[in-house]
């Protein structure tokens, strides 16, 4: 059974930065592509970034150039690096895992779903 295990979140002020941690358990981690995704209140679930099993990544454009998406196959661990964090960012962020190639960042497209961290950003 796959468990995803968010971390990291918390509440920073515009342009700070903030280092997302994604746990997981219970498969093959190395195999799966894995993606962040984000949901503010009253907004749709978006994709925000995505890293293959061959280390392909796709960004959002809204964080291109801001955050960086990074995995340990070692640790079985997905980060997110999120710099220069704007109010447009706040949103609760989710680990999502896929157990076939990533070719966009459409959240159907995943499996298997963390419960979330918070990340507020203040003006």
């Known amino acids: 059974q796959v468990q995803l295990v968010e971390s990291g979140g918390g509440s920073v002020q515009a342009g700070g930065a903030l280092r997302l941690s994604c746990r997981a358990s219970?498969?093959?981690?190395?195999?799966?592509?894995m993606g962040w995704f984000r949901q503010a209140p009253g907004k749709e679930r978006e994709g925000v970034a995505l890293?293959?099993?061959?280390?392909?990544?796709t960004y959002a454009e809204s964080v291109k150039g801001r955050f960086t998406i990074s995995r340990d196959n070692g640790e079985n661990t997905l980060y997110l690096q999120m710099n220069s964090l704007k109010p447009e960012d706040t949103a609760r962020y989710y680990c999502?895992?896929?157990?076939?190639?990533?070719?966009?960042?459409?959240?159907?497209?995943?499996?298997?779903w963390g419960q979330g961290t918070q990340v507020t950003v203040s003006s």
């Open positions: 999502a895992a896929r157990r076939a190639y990533c070719y966009s960042l459409i959240a159907v497209d995943f499996n298997s």
């Open positions: 219970g498969y093959t981690y190395s195999r799966y592509c």
């Open positions: 890293i293959n099993n061959d280390w392909r990544t």
